[in-house]
């Protein structure tokens, strides 16, 4: 067994919207550049992403494991081997920050069992821009992933974060682009008309839009256009 010490592991962002390197700090992108072997959902995404950082190597000289839904247990764990043996790696997101909405975390879990260093990198997060910009509760919230896909089971999931919203706590969630339309449709029909909705969009893109109010108020706006954009949902009691 080899007695070198361990590599660490950096959590690298990437940007949420198309064009929108700028929203990396520099010295994500100096560390990036430092590192030649990487764990990502997708190879071909997390190498067009290096690509735009314009390293000083050519792509093809870095290495990269696949982590993904197709990727068995004793993959996983062998992910880090060269961690262990000494090598820096890094863990990229498909978009945002790894680990969090991502199936990154589950390498991070185990480079805590290894003994491995975790280091985060500071970078956009749409979960935390869209409470930022929300003008609701930063100090108490929790994010739900994705909601049921069945209409009926829909609504009962909107109301119980209702319900859950009574208690002063920011509820957030996500849903599949195509299905933006129906969310906010189901809201608007079945929440209270003082219960505060959020939509945020495009965050970072220069069509990002940010809007939130009562129930009441947005049966009474025209609606934005929904349909294929990456969006954060929000419930609130005021």
């Given at each position: 067994m080899s007695t070198s010490p361990k590599g660490k592991l950096y959590l690298i962002p990437t940007p949420i919207a198309e064009d929108s390197l700028y929203t990396i700090p520099p010295y994500v992108t100096?560390?990036?550049?430092?590192?030649?072997?990487?764990?990502?959902?997708?190879?071909?995404?997390?190498?067009?992403f290096i690509k735009t950082t314009e390293p000083r190597y050519p792509i093809s000289e870095l290495h990269f494991f696949e982590l993904n839904k197709r990727t068995s247990p004793e993959e996983r764990n062998q992910f880090l081997d060269k961690v262990l043996e000494g090598q820096d790696m890094g863990l990229l997101s498909e978009a945002g920050c790894p680990g969090v909405a991502d199936p990154g975390a589950k390498i991070v879990a185990q480079a805590?069992?290894?003994?491995?260093?975790?280091?985060?990198?500071?970078?956009?997060?749409?979960?935390?821009?869209?409470?930022?910009?929300?003008?609701?509760?930063?100090?108490?919230?929790?994010?739900?992933?994705?909601?049921?896909?069945?209409?009926?089971e829909l609504i009962k999931d909107l109301k119980n974060l209702e319900q859950?919203?009574?208690?002063?706590?920011?509820?957030?969630?996500?849903?599949?682009?195509?299905?933006?339309?129906?969310?906010?449709?189901?809201?608007?029909?079945?929440?209270?008309?003082?219960?505060?909705?959020?939509?945020?969009?495009?965050?970072?893109?220069?069509?990002?839009?940010?809007?939130?109010?009562?129930?009441?108020?947005?049966?009474?706006?025209?609606?934005?256009?929904?349909?294929?954009?990456?969006?954060?949902?929000?419930?609130?009691?005021?």
């Amino acid at each position: 067994m080899s007695t070198s010490p361990k590599g660490k592991l950096y959590l690298i962002p990437t940007p949420i919207a198309e064009d929108s390197l700028y929203t990396i700090p520099p010295y994500v992108t100096e560390r990036l550049h430092q590192l030649k072997y990487f764990i990502a959902e997708r190879a071909k995404t997390a190498r067009r992403f290096i690509k735009t950082t314009e390293p000083r190597y050519p792509i093809s000289e870095l290495h990269f494991f696949e982590l993904n839904k197709r990727t068995s247990p004793e993959e996983r764990n062998q992910f880090l081997d060269k961690v262990l043996e000494g090598q820096d790696m890094g863990l990229l997101s498909e978009a945002g920050c790894p680990g969090v909405a991502d199936p990154g975390a589950k390498i991070v879990a185990q480079a805590h069992r290894l003994g491995i260093r975790v280091v985060p990198l500071v970078g956009p997060s749409s979960i935390l821009l869209a409470l930022m910009a929300s003008g609701m509760n930063g100090q108490s919230f929790a994010f739900h992933g994705y909601l049921s896909v069945k209409t009926p089971e829909l609504i009962k999931d909107l109301k119980n974060l209702e319900q859950a919203a009574r208690h002063g706590q920011t509820q957030l969630f996500i849903e599949a682009p195509y299905r933006n339309r129906n969310v906010v449709e189901q809201a608007l029909k079945n929440l209270r008309p003082d219960t505060f909705f959020g939509i945020a969009m495009d965050l970072t893109a220069a069509e990002e839009y940010v809007r939130s109010l009562p129930i009441q108020r947005w049966q009474q706006e025209k609606l934005p256009e929904l349909h294929k954009r990456p969006a954060i949902f929000m419930v609130f009691k005021g």
